[in-house]
């Protein structure tokens, strides 16, 4: 488990106000902690809840799916999900090639959120 980054909480900021929902309606913090997922280091993320008291977390919705061009031209696809009380639970990131992406995109890269 670790901190979320500074590049991490920018992105997920940018995503929430894009879609009209303020960061802290859905749990965002710059001190909100992350732990990786398995998915052979392309970046995604598992956030904690420990307003959950041990709780098991569930998959609810779909908050927010778009894409953006890592830093050395490779598609990457990402999906920001919701936990079953509306808190951020997942941020899935899928780089076309599988391998770890560079960097999430900062405020002045594009972004196209779907």
Excluded: H
């Amino acid at each position: 488990m670790r901190l979320i980054t500074p590049a991490e909480y920018g992105f997920l900021c940018r995503v929430a106000r894009a879609v009209g929902k303020p960061p802290d309606d859905v749990g965002l913090s710059a001190e909100a902690l992350v732990e990786p997922m398995a998915d052979g280091g392309m970046g995604s993320l598992r956030f904690t809840d420990p307003a959950r008291d041990g709780r098991e977390r569930r998959l609810g919705e779909v908050f927010a799916e778009g894409a953006f061009t890592d830093r050395d031209g490779v598609p990457v696809s990402f999906s920001v999900n919701l936990d079953d009380r509306g808190r951020l639970f997942e941020l899935d990131l899928w780089r076309v090639d599988f391998k770890p992406i560079q960097s999430v995109p900062s405020d002045d890269e594009s972004v196209t959120i779907a």
